[in-house]
């Protein structure tokens, strides 16, 4: 029992130094600190973090939030709100404090001695993420949406949806064991069932694992080419079968 938990400690600390998210002077990739050594601080800080996002406790986030207003994913099928708003929440806004382009990379909270940015080389003008595939922006109308609930309301009314022919794929909650989670949201779905918990960046990625950089994109499962078991784990192509 004692090994397995310390053999796990030592994977997941190894995970996260050789991918892209370690962005100390030891990072493998292009963005890194000029003296920075600590890997964790980019993101997280023991004093002096923000604790929680409108309710929504985040762990000793040290990376400083975005501000930006986004542009959301919307269909004529999408079952989940549009009104009222649903801008991203919860775990979504620590991807995007990076991810949108709008943030110093190396704006930090607490950076431990002075109250200043940390130095980075690599990155764009006024220090944040390079224009490219990994800086999101504040588009997010043609991405997968974030800051959703899935609930019970939403996998009956997508049954509901699928009667009608104009869906294929049946919605449900990731089987329990699945590496595919869900998190918390204050964008409720519906009258009844309120979970708050649904969709956010942190379901289909694990900021700490990257296995094969450029490939695996820190996914939960699958990579880049093949992640049909990602999607698996919510949509089924079956609207008749019950969610696992
Ligand atoms: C590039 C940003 C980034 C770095 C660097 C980072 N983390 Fe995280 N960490 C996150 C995010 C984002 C979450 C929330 C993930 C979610 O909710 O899905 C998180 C969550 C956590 C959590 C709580 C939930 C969990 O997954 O266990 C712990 C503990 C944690 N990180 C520890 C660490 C440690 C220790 C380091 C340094 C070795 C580190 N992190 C480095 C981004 C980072
Ligand atoms: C429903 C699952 C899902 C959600 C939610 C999700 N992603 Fe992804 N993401 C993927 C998959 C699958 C890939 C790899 C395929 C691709 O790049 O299109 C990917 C790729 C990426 C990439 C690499 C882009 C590239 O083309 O190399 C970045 C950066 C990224 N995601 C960031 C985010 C951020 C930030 C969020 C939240 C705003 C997010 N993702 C939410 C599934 C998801
Ligand atoms: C402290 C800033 C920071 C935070 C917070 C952060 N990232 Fe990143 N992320 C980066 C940087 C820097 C890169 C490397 C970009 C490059 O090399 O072009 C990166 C790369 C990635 C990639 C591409 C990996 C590859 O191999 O190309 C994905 C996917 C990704 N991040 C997803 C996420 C998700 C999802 C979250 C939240 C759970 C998150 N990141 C939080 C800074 C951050
Ligand atoms: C953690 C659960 C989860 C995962 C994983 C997931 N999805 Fe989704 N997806 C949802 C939810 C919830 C909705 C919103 C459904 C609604 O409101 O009608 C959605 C919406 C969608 C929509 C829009 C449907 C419409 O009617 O406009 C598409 C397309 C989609 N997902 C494809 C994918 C693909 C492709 C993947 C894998 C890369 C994926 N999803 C992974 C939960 C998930």
Same mark, same amino acid.
């Given at each position: 029992?004692? !090994?397995?938990?310390v053999? =796990?400690? &030592?994977? *997941? +600390?190894? =995970?996260?130094?050789?991918?892209?998210?370690?962005? *100390? $002077?030891?990072?493998?990739?292009p963005?890194?600190?000029? $003296?920075? @050594?600590?890997?964790?601080?980019?993101?997280?800080?023991?004093?002096?973090?923000?604790?929680?996002?409108?309710?929504?406790?985040?762990?000793?986030?040290?990376?400083?939030?975005?501000?930006?207003? #986004?542009?959301?994913?919307s *269909?004529?099928?999408? !079952?989940?709100?549009?009104?009222?708003? %649903? @801008?991203?929440?919860?775990?979504?806004?620590?991807?995007?404090?990076?991810?949108?382009? $709008?943030?110093? !990379?190396?704006?930090?909270?607490?950076?431990?001695n /002075?109250?200043? *940015?940390?130095t980075?080389?690599?990155?764009?003008? &006024?220090?944040?993420?390079?224009?490219?595939?990994?800086?999101?922006?504040?588009?997010?109308?043609?991405?997968?949406p974030?800051?959703?609930?899935?609930?019970?309301?939403?996998?009956?009314?997508?049954?509901?949806?699928?009667?009608?022919?104009l869906?294929?794929?049946?919605?449900?909650?990731?089987?329990a =064991?699945s590496?595919?989670?869900?998190?918390?949201?204050?964008?409720? #779905?519906?009258?009844?069932?309120?979970?708050?918990?649904?969709? @956010?960046?942190?379901s289909? +990625?694990?900021? +700490?694992?990257?296995?094969?950089?450029?490939? /695996?994109?820190?996914?939960?499962? =699958?990579?880049?080419?093949?992640?049909?078991?990602?999607?698996?784990?919510?949509? %089924?192509?079956?609207c008749?079968?019950?969610?696992?």
């Amino acid at each position: 029992m004692l !090994l397995v938990l310390v053999f =796990g400690i &030592s994977i *997941s +600390h190894a =995970g996260i130094t050789t991918t892209k998210h370690n962005l *100390s $002077t030891s990072g493998p990739g292009p963005i890194k600190a000029t $003296t920075e @050594q600590r890997v964790c601080i980019f993101c997280h800080t023991p004093h002096r973090a923000i604790a929680d996002i409108a309710g929504i406790s985040v762990p000793l986030w040290n990376h400083t939030l975005s501000s930006a207003s #986004y542009q959301l994913f919307s *269909s004529a099928t999408l !079952l989940s709100p549009t009104s009222p708003s %649903i @801008q991203p929440d919860g775990s979504s806004r620590l991807c995007l404090s990076c991810h949108d382009g $709008t943030v110093a !990379l190396g704006s930090v909270v607490n950076t431990g001695n /002075t109250f200043s *940015s940390l130095t980075l080389i690599g990155t764009a003008a &006024s220090g944040v993420m390079p224009e490219g595939v990994n800086n999101v922006g504040t588009d997010l109308s043609g991405d997968h949406p974030i800051s959703i609930e899935l609930n019970s309301t939403l996998m009956d009314d997508k049954a509901q949806q699928c009667d009608n022919g104009l869906v294929s794929f049946k919605v449900c909650r990731p089987p329990a =064991g699945s590496p595919v989670l869900l998190e918390k949201t204050n964008n409720r #779905y519906g009258a009844g069932a309120a979970t708050g918990m649904g969709v @956010q960046c942190g379901s289909c +990625h694990d900021p +700490h694992e990257d296995p094969v950089p450029g490939s /695996t994109v820190f996914l939960r499962v =699958g990579d880049r080419i093949n992640h049909d078991q990602l999607c698996n784990a919510c949509h %089924i192509a079956d609207c008749a079968a019950a969610c696992p």
